[in-house]
């Protein structure tokens, strides 16, 4: 069936250091995926997205990459902060399937050290 | 900067007792969702609901759980004889259009049910 899933539960890294997050998807037909921050004791912050017609999507220090040939994504936060520490969530959707069902994989904790 | 705002923040109840969770979304918003997330698990999608109606709900929304929008504000999610297994961090979440079109979803800071 279906799913999303993350290669690394948790990541450590230096304050400074760049932060690579990724994501590993099933459904070839996903055409929307998107990047989601879960800090603790609160819902889901979107990050970033991307369409499956991009390969790369660049934000405020976070860039999104999707490679469809092996359906991988992965996010890379530049410069990460103590303020980056949190759960990272993967999502995708696709059209025609559903107006709001988006399968979240199950997380990555990024921790920052100081 | 406009939010999503659920309560209760914590509910405890004793199994088969019906819970209703609150949310108010963004008020230009017309798609609304909820989602819950089971302790240290993935948020897993419950159901969306447009132009007041439920337009897709996933497996885990079954008979005991229903949705209402009762006035132009509120979205309520109602369990009607909660189970053991019903404990988890439920979202509500609000977008403007579809996700496919619009992109982003705002979600609540939830409200986490204990069933006891």
């Known amino acids: 069936g279906e799913s999303v899933g993350l290669h690394l539960p948790t990541l450590s890294v230096q304050e400074g250091d760049n932060s690579i997050i990724n994501c590993a998807y099933s459904?070839?037909?996903?055409?929307?995926f998107i990047w989601y921050k879960q800090e603790s004791g609160k819902g889901p912050q979107f990050i970033i997205d991307i369409r499956s017609n991009m390969d790369k999507r660049q934000g405020q220090r976070v860039t999104v990459l999707l490679n469809k040939t092996v359906k991988h994504l992965s996010l890379q936060i530049a410069a990460t902060q103590p303020g980056d520490s949190a759960v990272y969530f993967c999502a995708e959707t696709y059209y025609g399937g559903s107006q709001g069902n988006l399968i979240f994989g199950k997380g990555t904790k990024l921790s920052v050290k100081p | 900067e406009p939010e999503v705002t659920q309560t209760p923040s914590h509910q405890v109840t004793q199994m088969g007792q019906e819970v209703i969770l609150h949310c108010v979304p963004i008020s230009n918003h017309l798609y609304f969702y909820w989602y819950r997330q089971i302790l240290g698990q993935k948020v897993e999608f419950l159901v969306s609901?447009?132009?007041?109606?439920?337009?897709?709900k996933s497996e885990i929304f079954d008979d005991q759980f229903s949705v209402e929008r009762p006035d132009g504000s509120n979205f309520t999610l109602k369990i009607r004889s909660t189970k053991l297994e019903d404990s988890a961090m439920y979202f509500c979440?609000?977008?403007?259009?579809?996700?496919?079109?619009?992109?982003?979803?705002?979600f609540g800071e939830g409200s986490r049910l204990t069933v006891l």
């Open positions: 979440a609000s977008g403007q259009g579809q996700i496919l079109n619009t992109g982003e979803l705002f």
């Open positions: 459904n070839s037909a996903s055409d929307y």
């Open positions: 609901f447009y132009n007041n109606e439920i337009s897709e």
